[in-house]
Structure formats: C-alpha cells, structure tokens
T-cell receptor, first 111, second 114 residues
Framework: DAGITQSPRHKVTETGTPVTLRCHQT?????MYWYRQDPGHGLRLIHY???????DKGEVSDGYSVSRSKTEDFLLTLESATSSQTSVYFCASRDTNTEAFFGQGTRLTVV | KQEVTQIPAALSVPEGENLVLNCSFTDSAIYNLQWFRQDPGKGLTSLLLIQSSQREQTSGRLNASLDKSSGRSTLYIAASQPGDSATYLC?????????????FGQGTTLQVKP
C-alpha cells in the first residue's frame, strides 16, 4: 500500500476551538482528499486537492478549510469545532488514473 | 450529479458460497471505478480498479466487472470465507464535470458465517 499517514489518530477537543488534522503521503501523488465517515451517511467528501495550492470543495465543506503547500502534505482545519463535526476523518491520495489509497483515519470527538 | 448506490446494504451468507455485490451509478461518463474493503474501525483497502475502457479485473478470488452503458459494476467473490467479512465500497471517478472527485456508495456489509 502507498505510504499515507494521518495524525493525530484520535483527538478530543472542545466546542469552539480550532483543530488541524494532517495527512502525509510519500508517493508523490497529485490528488489528495479529505472525507468524513458517519453512520448512515457513508463517506462524504469535504475537500480535495489536485495539486500544490489547488483545492476544491466537496459536498460537506462548510466549517472546514484545507491547505496544501507541499505535494506530500494536506491539512484539514476545523475553524471552530462543533459537536456535529464529531466523526471519523479519512485522508486519501492517488495519482492521475491510478487507484486511491487511504489513511487509517482520525477519530475526532468534539465535546 | 453523479450518484452511486450499493444494494443490498447488508448480506449474510454461509462459508463457501459464491456471491455478487452490486454497485450502480447514474452517469455513465466515468474515468474509472474502484472497489474497496473496510474492516471495522479501520481504513479502506483498495481491492480492484477498473478503467473505463476495461470490462473486468481479477485479483485472486475477486472479480470485478464494469458495464458503463448500464451504469453498473459487480464484485464477485468466489468461495467466500469468514475472513471476507467486511464492508465493501465502490467509488467512481466522474468523466465529466469535476473529474478529480471520487464519489462513494454507502457500502455493503458482508458477513460470512463459518
């Protein structure tokens, strides 16, 4: 499998605080993604990137921002965490026309 | 807007059965389709990627087929084993509009009973 790691793996934070999740890949993949997975909703795309500094919104982007200053890193920021953002977050990467690989996920709890 | 559906949501079979998981998509303009496996509490593991020009891909006991014109893909699992128990997801990469996205179905949760 591709080298893709997420940090932290678990986090508990308070409502209203900013939170940043990190995704790091070592495959020089062009595309990177952030999804959230919730019971009954499956995997929903938050944001994705198609190159350094090139990002686009997914279907559930409100309350989230992303940045990609290097090919290998894709950061997801919750600007002011809310309880509705309690979820499992997955990062993925792929190259042009190749299969996508996923990280192991970050379990975020907002209290 | 591309939508991906997987039916059934859950499936339980006895060990040794051959089974088929279904994935349907509303827009036939796709670049490729990928099947994943997810074990409880884990990330997604890629199983098979089918490009739009291909009709099927095989890996061990797994065979995935693609019929773009009808908007369908199937994942065939031969001689199922308890270790195959997991959630299986399909994802499509649209071939028109915003082509960078990966759009997922909600998955089929498979239980193989010993």
């Amino acid at each position: 499998d591709a080298g893709i790691t997420q940090s932290p793996r678990h986090k508990v934070t308070e409502t209203g605080t900013p939170v940043t999740l990190r995704c790091h890949q070592t495959e020089n993949h062009r595309y990177m993604y952030w999804y959230r997975q919730d019971p009954g909703h499956g995997l929903r795309l938050i944001h994705y990137s198609y190159g350094v500094k090139d990002t686009d919104k997914g279907e559930v982007s409100d309350g989230y921002s992303v940045s990609r200053s290097k090919t290998e890193d894709f950061l997801l920021t919750l600007e002011s965490a809310t309880s509705s953002q309690t979820s499992v977050y997955f990062c993925a990467s792929r190259d042009t026309n190749t299969e996508a690989f996923f990280g192991q996920g970050t379990r975020l709890t907002v209290v | 807007k591309q939508e991906v559906t997987q039916i059934p949501a859950a499936l339980s079979v006895p060990e040794g059965e051959n089974l088929v998981l279904n994935c349907s998509f509303t827009d036939s303009a796709i670049y490729n389709l990928q099947w994943f496996r997810q074990d409880p509490g884990k990330g997604l593991t890629s199983l098979l990627l089918i490009q739009s020009s291909q009709r099927e891909q095989t890996s061990g006991r797994l065979n995935a087929s693609l019929d773009k014109s009808s908007g369908r893909s199937t994942l065939y699992i031969a001689a199922s084993q308890p270790g195959d128990s997991a959630t299986y997801l399909c994802a499509v990469r649209p071939g028109s509009g915003n082509t960078g996205k990966l759009i997922f179905g909600q998955g089929t949760t498979l239980q193989v009973k010993p």
